[in-house]
């Protein structure tokens, strides 16, 4: 520790090379006696609860099944061949990976025919690239150690500070933004939408296969993914000040360089107006991943209204959330999930059809009413984790789990 009034010394990372093969050294270097000035973060609230989805998809080799670096012949396809494809179809850290993105929607079925449209365009090129769009949140048998970096300073730094664990994520999810129309109704909705994390991620679990083996959680992405610095649960800050403080501290201490780099679970979008629920396994096919995104926008809608009528939304303690969290990875459909500050517990999905009647009128107000139904219709199939399974099951082959994920689509 340095003493007061003194200088810290500067702290710097391990020998590394940017894009062009330049070191870099990233310095943190703050007098003791500093006045820390917090920037204000601005959310430019939204004037209806519009929704935007993001939809992370594998490339997977047709013959193989392995996954393909081949991101960037798409993109060169995709920027001759899709008109106007900025904001729909992004890439992201992998070489492996494409994102598909909606524009500003106004319910579930208008993004999910915004999707549809980009996700048919996008197919037809894959098809010429000889790869398959996969939608689970992990591989079964991929090796990390093959999987090529996307190109940009941003990726070749996180990389750079992650290393081994930011080497591992072959993870892939899906993101559902819900426009808020005030700023402070933003902390108690993400603290109050943490009761309902076990409920989504039972229902969305499809990573249960990691490196050749079954790891018998149905969802290990989440594991994962909270393996990375920022990530994971949010913090449950009461007050708009307090998120402002920790987002100065990140920033301050060379955490992080924009507020996006903080990749919670669920999290504030201050500059788009949204809460983001970052909580689902990838999708596999437009139908489950229409319910989700209805339960999602129905859920955050319900406590916004509640919130205007004057109530003060529940919430449970970080432990309770964090236990949760866990036993949906785990267990997936089959958790047992702590429900309230009392410790009442239930089976997931005993809780879920009380819910799902509980917002059938906000669904009936956001013309979703079909979609929320769709719920009813994964717990009966089965989600996609205990699908993979089960193909694994009947045929020992994760070359037939990976071509029933395909199929789905």
Not at 105 to 113: F, H, I, K, L, P
Not at 141 to 166: D, K, N, P, V
């Amino acid at each position: 520790m340095t003493s007061p009034g003194t200088t810290s010394p500067a702290s710097t990372s391990p020998a590394a090379t940017d894009t062009r093969g330049a070191p870099v050294v990233r310095a943190v270097l703050r007098n003791a006696e500093q006045t820390v000035v917090i920037t204000p973060i601005e959310f430019v609230g939204s004037p209806t609860p519009s929704l935007g989805v993001e939809w992370e998809f594998a490339l997977t080799d047709k013959r193989t099944g392995d996954l393909s670096n081949s991101a960037a012949a798409l993109f060169e396809l995709v920027g001759s061949r899709i008109p106007g494809p900025d904001g729909k179809v992004h890439k992201e850290l992998l070489r492996n990976t494409v994102e598909l993105v909606t524009g500003i929607c106004r319910n579930t079925g208008e993004a999910m025919a915004d999707l549809s449209a980009t996700l048919g365009a996008v197919r037809e090129l894959t098809d010429e690239l000889g790869v398959d769009l996969y939608g689970a949140g992990t591989h079964p048998f991929a090796e990390w150690s093959t999987q090529l970096l996307t190109e940009g300073h941003r990726y070749a730094e996180l990389i750079e500070r992650t290393q081994y664990w930011g080497r591992q994520m072959l993870i892939w999810g899906v993101h559902v933004h819900v426009g808020i129309d005030r700023r402070d109704k933003v902390l108690p909705i993400l603290d109050a939408l943490l009761n309902y994390y076990p409920h989504l991620l039972a229902l969305s679990a499809s990573s249960p296969m990691w490196a050749g083996q079954d790891t018998s959680y149905a969802s290990n992405r989440a594991m994962m993914f909270q393996q990375l610095p920022t990530a994971g649960l949010p913090f449950q800050f009461t007050r708009w000040a307090q998120f402002e403080k920790f987002v100065s501290d990140q920033k301050i201490t060379g955490i992080i360089d924009h507020t996006n780099e903080i990749r919670w679970d669920i999290r504030p979008s201050p500059h788009l107006g949204t809460i983001e629920v970052r909580v689902c396994d990838g999708a596999t096919n437009i139908a489950e991943l229409s319910a989700l995104v209805a339960l999602i926008h129905c859920l955050v809608v319900d406590l916004s209204q509640r919130m205007d009528a004057g109530e003060e939304l529940p919430t449970m303690p970080p432990w309770l959330v964090q236990e949760n969290k866990w036993r949906a990875a785990r267990y997936g459909l089959d958790a047992i999930v702590i429900c309230d500050r009392e410790l009442d517990e239930r089976l997931v999905t005993d809780d879920l059809a009380d819910l799902l009647k509980h917002l059938e009128p906000i669904a009936d107000s956001l013309d979703c009413s079909d979609e929320l139904a769709g719920i009813h219709g994964t717990i009966e199939r089965g989600a996609s984790y205990q699908r993979q399974r089960a193909v694994f099951a009947r045929t020992g082959s994760m070359r037939e789990v990976v071509a029933s994920v395909v199929a789905e689509l």
